[in-house]
């Protein structure tokens, strides 16, 4: 007998315990489907993205890695000044819907370059309050004590903006709160104090333990794959019409586009030329570079935020550091192709 009518092959559920709660997002298998209220995001080894909605069977192309994501919302606590643990944000925030004028989504941007497998809650806090403290640290965001209506504003308008374009989340709530009660401040402390003989061996083992081809490999993969967007979203910035702006926004791109063009180019870790070999330390020395051009790339993001809130007033303070970071950018990625160099 024909088996004309045969059961469809089903594929299993996928496993995403956790997801929407201690995790943002969890790997996704072929042929599974989307589950309601998530979304799916499949990149490439080239960094291109594309979004599935609920219900839809997700059909991963070769070389593609797919991820479930929860929109959240989600709610953490920041410590805005690491030098006092007591004073608290509590934030709410959810993954942004996808916005028809972009050609790639930023958290999409994020999934390609820098997130693993998957994304826990905790580790993607880390890095908004990470970049929460360095903006405060650099006096780009201000929250002084007992602060007004206005200066809040200003700082939640601030906020708002750093994290949609470094990380594509929108901010629900932001609300100051005291940590002194559920945070141990003697106990604190104590960690740092014991923490410093630890420290101080850790940095005794450093070269053993830095791993130069993981770090200049990850650095690399943020820079070929954000450097494109800091470029357009520079490019697309509103300006006074004033003629010494346009000459100094043009240069900017400039030297910013040949920064990205060094980064397309840029010669393998551990050789120095084809065929022959590059010492250890050199490719530590390099891989360093690397990690400061990442680190350039952060504050990148960081200012185009700023830019994006339009303040004609700050153009040339803007403008100013805008030179600083893509001189920072240049000087690493120079230094990454130099075959022998000073030890970083």
Known sequence: MLNLFTRPFRQPAP????????????????????????????????????RLSEGARVAILDGETAWCVHPGPYGCELTPFAAAPE????????????????????FDLFLA?????????????????????????QGNLNLPPCTSFEEWNAFRTGFNQLLYTRFGVMVDDCVPVDLGA??????????????????????AVQPAAFDPALEDAKALRRLFLELPGVL?????????????????????????????????????????????PLALDQQRRRA??????????????AL??????????????????????VANLECDCAARRDIAGESA
Do not use: Y
Request: net charge positive.
């Open 15 to 50: 496993q995403l315990d956790g997801l929407g709660a201690g995790f943002i997002a969890l790997p996704l298998a072929k042929g599974c489907t989307v589950p309601a209220g998530s979304f799916a995001v499949l990149a490439n080894k080239d960094g291109h993205t594309r």
């Open 182 to 203: 559920s945070r141990d401040l003697a106990a604190l402390l104590m960690a740092r104090l014991a923490s410093r003989p630890a420290l101080a061996a850790a940095q």
């Open 87 to 106: 004073i608290g944000l509590r934030v709410r925030f959810a993954i942004d819907a996808p916005d028809p004028r972009e050609v790639q989504q930023r």
């Open 304 to 325: 185009l935020a700023r830019i994006k809130l339009g303040d004609a007033a700050l153009v040339a303070a803007l403008l100013g550091e805008a030179d600083r970071i």
């Open 288 to 301: 360093r570079h690397s990690r400061r051009a990442a680190a350039a790339l952060d504050e990148a993001w």
């Open 113 to 137: 370059s820098e997130a693993a497998q998957q994304v826990a809650l905790e580790g993607f806090v880390m890095l908004l309050q990470s970049a929460l403290q360095r903006e405060l640290e």
């Open 232 to 276: 357009c979203g520079l490019r697309l910035a509103l300006l006074p019409a004033d003629c010494a702006v346009f000459r100094r926004h043009q240069d900017l791109l400039r030297r910013l586009d040949l920064v990205s063009l060094s980064v397309g180019t840029m010669p393998a870790l551990e050789l120095a030329a084809p065929g022959q």
